[in-house]
């Protein structure tokens, strides 16, 4: 009897808010790093700028390397099912008029994006011990990229289709950036109110840095479309190390990197505070 109750599970309500705040943790960490070793670039402190999936090339190089790599993984993974309840089950109570259905469909592909990086995580994994680093993975990852902008190019009206996957990362970036001015961010938080202001800030550095480092790609996927390239389809790390080559790109991807950092600090902010409301009932109505 003893040895039942204390096998006992917490409620699932709890199970879900303690995967939320890891998955909210995991994030912090990516963006944190990202934006570190972007500023490291800025910095001339090395080669290139890594994105978010850079961040995980960098963290396989460290000691424990793929103990760190399987507690990023499951926290992202923990943070992608936390976006399907949002998306799919209302978790925040975003309603079904269209700003509603609007936020949810954000969270829908926010969800995807970070599924696509947790399997990156694991791809480390599976590589892991083979002569790899940062800025070979992003040379692959580019590749990847270019490989499948050559397959759409392929499908009928392809040019279109890449002209449109460009437009929707511009307007992911430009979303982000809107975001940044308009949101009330402290409204989602429980935390003491001489902290939320500094919370808000970063989250509205963090979120118009973010959508920043959106746009460059957008306009390269957009000009491969144009110009029937695949060539010129790149990654976010890339397109920033392009921007950084501009007069002035340094101080511009530095304050980039700074924003990425902040909106890493963010994450771990909504880790602590965040309300996490998991749905009454798991059902699609």
Request: proline share 3%; aromatic share 10%; net charge negative.
């Amino acid at each position: 009897m003893n040895a039942a109750k204390t096998l006992r599970l917490p409620p699932l309500a709890t199970l879900i808010e303690w995967a939320a705040r890891v998955g909210y943790g995991a994030r912090g960490f990516v963006y944190l790093s990202a934006g570190a070793l972007t500023l490291l670039a800025a910095t001339d402190r090395i080669g290139d700028a890594v994105g978010t999936s850079g961040a995980a090339g960098w963290l396989a190089e460290q000691p424990f390397g793929k103990v760190w790599l399987v507690l990023l993984g499951l926290g992202l993974w923990a943070f992608v099912g936390w976006r399907v309840l949002q998306a799919v089950f209302d978790a925040d109570h975003e309603g079904t008029d269209l700003k509603g259905w609007t936020t949810r469909a954000g969270q829908a592909v926010s969800g995807l994006f970070y599924g696509v990086l947790a399997s990156g995580v694991f791809e480390y994994l599976d590589e892991f011990g083979e002569a790899t680093n940062a800025s070979a993975a992003q040379a692959e990852s580019v590749a990847e990229n270019q490989e499948k902008a050559a397959v759409l190019l392929g499908m009928p009206f392809g040019e279109l289709l890449l002209i449109g996957a460009g437009l929707v990362v511009l307007g992911v970036g430009v979303g982000n950036i809107v975001r940044a001015i308009r949101d009330d961010f402290d409204d989602a938080l429980a935390c003491p109110k001489a902290f939320c202001g500094t919370a808000t800030a970063l989250a509205r550095a963090g979120y118009a840095a973010r959508g920043f480092a959106y746009l460059p790609l957008g306009v390269f996927v957009v000009l491969a479309g144009l110009h029937a390239r695949s060539g010129e389809v790149t990654t976010t790390a890339a397109a920033l190390d392009a921007l950084e080559a501009q007069p002035g790109g340094s101080w511009i991807l530095g304050l980039t990197a700074a924003g990425l950092m902040a909106f890493g600090a963010f994450a771990f902010v909504e880790a602590r505070w965040r309300r996490i409301r998991p749905p009454r009932d798991l059902s699609l109505g």
